[in-house]
């Protein structure tokens, strides 16, 4: 059995997705992940977690209502593999949804990482109004267990030797970071001093940029933003992503804190989305007096090839034995590798 599977930015809906892109196309890209799956699992199709890192239905750019397509695609995942968990983390694209499901004021009720450091959230009640649209995207699901969490979600290794964080990224970018302080410059983004505090000043941000912003060229203007973000990341994004973890999240605090319960506890994993470049890297910190290394994935983004941009597709995994394995996803499928005949 696997023991946790991480796929992001699938995009459903936008006219860049490669599942929007071809003839019956949610066949395809599924086929694609099964067969990545099946590579690394065998003929067992049995799943502890699988997580969902954002961006899955794009609520904000889709060209049709995404509802139905990741609705879809939800439930054949969940009927074809054994999942007993399955955890939703919203991106941007995607946080509206989890503006109808929870709303701002409940959300910051949960957001103390010493008392909830899980990251998961209450499921919609019938408190609001628009649950629907998130109940009706994993309506059908044959899973044992279904999580909502924002922005991390916290995963011990079963052998007790690796903790991971996961979150879509899209708090530590260029963009929620630079509007943010436009919009709120005595309280910029970039200075909070908590996960609360840094949803407080950028739940806002979010819901304008990717909800309720509509105007000619808006398309073209993600395109670029997608294209400027890609190359600030790769220059300053291991300052910001190190800030996030050390001064947002109080990562430091937390390892100490499992290490005094999980003696084994050996090495810290964070994994991302949001940038669609797939990448895997080790970084190096200081928690207390020990060095400690930090292994970084970045989940890329299952879009098609631009003028502007290349993305890279991932595929995380963690087997049995507390093991990881980052895939690259469709490079040797024939069905789709046309997309990519200028990326040799």
């Not at 049709?64 to 397509?69: G, S």
């Not at 970071?177 to 979010?206: E, M, N």
């Not at 060229?217 to 996030?244: C, D, N, P, Q, V």
Request: net charge positive; aromatic share 12%.
């Amino acid at each position: 059995m696997i023991e946790l599977v991480c796929v992001s930015d699938l995009h459903l809906g936008e006219g860049e997705s490669v599942q929007y892109r071809f003839h019956n196309p949610y066949q395809r890209v599924f086929a694609t992940l099964s067969r990545e799956i099946r590579k690394i699992a065998g003929n067992d199709r049995r799943i502890g977690t699988f997580v969902l890192l954002g961006d899955i239905p794009d609520i904000s750019e889709a060209e049709t209502d995404a509802f139905p397509d990741a609705a879809a695609f939800i439930r054949r995942l969940t009927r074809r593999f054994q999942i007993n968990h399955l955890v939703f983390v919203p991106g941007n694209h995607d946080h509206h949804l989890l503006d109808l499901a929870v709303g701002r004021r409940n959300l910051l009720k949960h957001l103390d990482v010493r008392k909830n450091p899980h990251g998961i959230l209450p499921l919609p009640s019938s408190a609001f109004r628009d649950k629907a649209k998130f109940t009706d995207l994993f309506n059908g699901c044959k899973v044992g267990k279904l999580s909502l969490c924002y922005p991390n979600f916290e995963y011990l290794s079963r052998n007790r030797k690796r903790l991971f964080w996961f979150t879509h990224g899209h708090l530590f970018s260029n963009s929620v970071l630079t509007v943010g302080a436009i919009r709120h410059p005595l309280a910029r983004p970039s200075k909070a001093r908590s996960v609360k505090t840094l949803v407080s000043r950028t739940y806002g941000v979010i819901e304008f940029i990717w909800e309720r912003t509509t105007f000619p060229g808006r398309e073209e203007l993600y395109e670029a933003l997608r294209s400027t973000e890609h190359h600030i990341f790769k220059a300053k994004g291991k300052k910001r992503l190190l800030r996030y973890l050390l001064g947002v999240c109080r990562m430091e605090r937390r390892i100490q804190q499992m290490r005094r319960r999980h003696p084994a506890l050996q090495s810290f994993n964070f994994v991302f989305g949001h940038t669609h470049d797939g990448f895997h890297d080790r970084w190096f910190t200081n928690v207390g007096r020990v060095r400690t290394p930090i292994d970084i994935f970045n989940t890329g983004g299952w879009l098609v090839v631009s003028r502007d941009f290349i993305p890279h597709t991932k595929v995380f995994a963690i087997l049995g034995d507390g093991e990881t394995v980052f895939r690259e996803a469709y490079y040797d499928n024939p069905t789709l590798a046309k997309i990519f005949r200028y990326r040799s």
